[in-house]
T-cell receptor, first 113, second 112 residues
Framework: EAQVTQNPRYLITVTGKKLTVTCSQNMNHEYMSWYRQDPGLGLRQIYYSMNVEVTDKGDVPEGYKVSRKEKRNFPLILESPSPNQTSLYFC????????????FGEGSRLTVL | SQQGEEDPQALSIQEGENATMNCSYKTSINNLQWYRQNSGRGLVHLILIRSNEREKHSGRLRVTLDTSKKSSSLLITASRAADTASYFCATGPSSNTGKLIFGQGTTLQVKP
């Protein structure tokens, strides 16, 4: 089954404790992206990757890092989480950056205390 | 940056009725897409309409696009309780970044 898999789905952590949200897709997509969803602010892009070893900042990259060492994986790293990073995070992929349809993961709800 | 604004923010209808949601955007576009999000779940792509298209159908969904007014509408006909979800329009993807810009969404409740 074609899918984008994120882990963990739910996480409560404390300020400053490094964490990684994993994302994996099995569709051989070149393009992957991370969004965060917040009430009143909608979905905002954090980082994106056009292919292996090619990543760039989206609209709200502060406090986040990413890597793309393999085509299927695109982890989101919070080196020192803060409460303003409490959010619902989505990983998404598409065949290329030109392709319209994004395939989304189920989301990771992160709470930073 | 938010490109799309959706109207209404919330809509409640009875099963069998039609639901219409509207989306307005600010800048010129190549494509406009609609996504559905069930509560707390990931977004699911519904339909994409290109800037040179005026109307598109997919099952019970009908999407229109008026580029002169910078607006789009999503019509769900003969709604079902399972259509209860939030619906988002999104413009893009950007040719440079692949980014989609999402509207705030319309929350649809279909009562059985």
């Amino acid at each position: 089954e074609a899918q984008v898999t994120q882990n963990p789905r739910y996480l409560i952590t404390v300020t400053g404790k490094k964490l990684t949200v994993t994302c994996s897709q099995n569709m051989n997509h070149e393009y992957m992206s991370w969004y965060r969803q917040d009430p009143g602010l909608g979905l905002r892009q954090i980082y994106y990757s056009m292919n292996v070893e090619v990543t760039d900042k989206g609209d709200v990259p502060e406090g986040y890092k990413v890597s793309r060492k393999e085509k299927r994986n695109f982890p989101l790293i919070l080196e020192s989480p803060s409460p303003n990073q409490t959010s619902l995070y989505f990983c998404a992929s598409s065949p290329t950056r030109h392709t319209g349809e994004l395939f989304f993961g189920e989301g990771s709800r992160l709470t930073v205390l | 940056s938010q490109q799309g604004e959706e109207d209404p923010q919330a809509l409640s209808i009875q099963e069998g009725e039609n639901a219409t949601m509207n989306c307005s955007y600010k800048t010129s576009i190549n494509n406009l897409q609609w996504y559905r999000q069930n509560s707390g779940r990931g977004l699911v792509h519904l339909i994409l309409i290109r800037s040179n298209e005026r109307e598109k159908h997919s099952g019970r969904l009908r999407v229109t696009l008026d580029t002169s007014k910078k607006s789009s509408s999503l019509l769900i006909t003969a709604s079902r309780a399972a259509d209860t979800a939030s619906y988002f329009c999104a413009t893009g993807p950007s040719s440079n970044t692949g980014k989609l810009i999402f509207g705030q969404g319309t929350t649809l409740q279909v009562k059985p």
